[in-house]
Every structure is written in C-alpha cells, then in structure tokens.
Nanobody
Framework: QVQLVESGGGSVQAGGSLTLSCAAP????????MGWFRQTPYKAREGVAG????????VVRDSVKGRFTISRDDAKKTVHLQMNSLKPEDSGWYYC????????????????????WGQGTQVTVSS
C-alpha cells in the first residue's frame, strides 16, 4: 500500500496562487506516474495534471493550461501543483494519485482510476 499525503490547500481570492504538495513514503517507486485530481460539488472527479517519472512528460487539462504547473522531485518523493490565477471554479477537493502503469495522459484522461490516492486537500477560491 502506498500512502500519499497532500498539503497546501487553503482559501484564496480569485487571481491568487496556491501550491499543493504531495508526499509519498520512502519506499515509493519513483517509476510510477503521479497526478492531481479534483472534485467539486458540481462536477465529477476529474484529472487536473499528470507527470511521468523524472518529469519527462507532463499533461494538464485544458481548463487549467497556462495557470497550473505540475512538477515532481523523485529524490524527495514529492509532487507539486503550482496553481496561479485561481478562479472560483477551481474550488474543490484536490487529490494526489499515483499509478504503476498509467502514463500521465491516461491519468488525466480518466482511462481508469489510479491505484493509489491521498486523502485530499481543500481549495477554496472566493470571487
């Protein structure tokens, strides 16, 4: 079992920024792709961004392109989501996920649910 732990959520005004972080345990296999998902009261869970091992390939969904950036530090077993120019519709619960098979495109595209999840961190963007 892989326990992922998110942090960095909070409340900001529209136009502000937040950085979400996700920490994986020391034994975590850094060959896994990792990603961020979000769920809002108005939409089903959706993939926001995904990243391949070593950060060689990243994917972000169109609605956040140019505003969100995903990165990872395999030595520290962490993945981050830098969120800029936040909008109220970005509000929701954000979840970190990892999978040994899915690549970042499949993660974001929702081919199937990733194998491992964090507990989530809440983001609230006020107008």
């Amino acid at each position: 079992q892989v326990q992922l732990v998110e942090s960095g959520g909070g409340s900001v005004q529209a136009g502000g920024s937040l950085t979400l972080s996700c920490a994986a345990p020391e034994y975590f296999d850094s060959s896994y792709s990792m990603g961020w998902f979000r769920q809002t009261p108005y939409k089903a869970r959706e993939g926001v961004a995904g990243i391949e091992t070593k950060g060689d390939k990243t994917v972000v969904r169109d609605s956040v392109k140019g505003r969100f950036t995903i990165s990872r530090d395999d030595a520290k077993k962490t993945v981050h989501l830098q969120m800029n120019s936040l909008k109220p519709e970005d509000s929701g619960w954000y979840y970190c996920a990892a999978d040994p098979v899915l690549g970042p495109y499949s993660l974001v595209g929702g081919l199937r649910a990733p194998d491992y999840w964090g507990q989530g961190t809440q983001v609230t963007v006020s107008s």
